[in-house]
């Protein structure tokens, strides 16, 4: 009798620490999901219903004419040109990052040369500088190279990451040697193994590491401030600034700009969730 109500406690206890924990993880997800229908809902506005109070999440009168301003009108209609700005950029320096880090990922993991693990350690070691310290050297470089005011000074310097190279060398090294052996005997070259072996095999750490690099990029801020100086030239994360930097802020046209910001990034995320938690779960798992 003892062991069976030991048993029926257990269960309740159980169950109860997991009521517990779904309601801890409804909150947080409330405390995050309501911020974004706050700027929603005041995006289709054209009072300051955030300075209202009780708040409301549904206006009133929604209307979408925010968004006809922030895309035709503001900035005599930068906006669609700050918006292929960032695409460009940010598809660029994912496509370049995929091929740079997994290539280099590739050649961490499975090639020996001398200095091999030294070369790597000192590449992890640049993690740990702060962005800040390196703004001023890399910016003379890029003025240097005559690069400055120009989609190269956003491009290059975000091709590669040691983030990017660890990750991808840790989840290299997972792979079983016997399939690179066996291509080699089979006449397969060392590009062929590349395109043909290690890059379907990797399609979850490239992924993973794809999302990190596109946010980054779509949401990078002070590096294209530094480096780019026509109106014409700026990304949508610094082309917004300029809304707030007004003496009056219409609340209304900074949350319609920062909806159509996200909102590429939220479909993006949600499309390829499966490969982001996958990848992570196997790249760091070694």
């Known amino acids: 009798m003892s062991a069976t109500f030991g048993v029926i406690r257990s269960k309740r206890e159980r169950v109860l620490w997991q009521i517990v924990f779904y309601i801890i993880m409804l909150a947080i997800s409330v405390a995050t999901v309501v911020p974004f229908l706050f700027m929603a809902s005041t995006s289709l506005t054209e009072s300051f219903t955030m300075m209202s109070y009780p708040p409301t999440l549904i206006p009133r009168n929604p209307s979408l004419k925010n968004y006809y301003e922030i895309i035709f009108v503001f900035q005599n209609g930068l906006f669609p040109r700050w918006f292929l700005n960032t695409v460009f950029t940010t598809a660029a320096i994912t496509i370049g990052s995929l091929i740079l880090n997994t290539l280099s990922g590739y050649i961490f993991a499975k090639k020996q040369f001398y200095g091999r693990n030294i070369v790597f350690v000192l590449l992890l070691s640049t993690m740990m500088v702060p962005g800040a310290v390196t703004l001023i050297p890399a910016f003379m470089m890029i003025n240097w190279l005559g690069l400055f005011n120009t989609y190269w000074a956003l491009i290059i310097p ?15 090294s997972s792979l079983p040697n016997e399939l690179i052996e066996s ?4 006449g397969a070259g060392e590009l062929r193994i590349f395109a043909s072996i290690i890059v379907p095999l990797t399609t979850p750490a490239m992924a993973a ?23 014409s030239m700026r990304t949508l994360v610094v082309g917004l600034a300029t809304v707030q930097a007004e003496f009056n802020i219409n609340y209304g046209l900074v949350m319609a700009g920062s909806v159509l910001t996200v909102l590429p990034l939220l479909l993006l995320y949600l499309i390829f969730q499966p490969y982001f938690v996958e990848g992570l779960r196997l790249g760091y798992g070694k």
């Open 158 to 172: 975000g091709l590669a990451s040691a983030f990017g190279i660890f990750l991808m060398r840790q989840f290299i």
């Open 183 to 186: 291509a080699k005997i089979d």
């Open 209 to 231: 590491l794809g999302i990190f690099t596109l946010m980054n990029a779509w949401n990078a801020f002070l590096w294209p401030l530094v480096v780019l100086r026509a109106n």
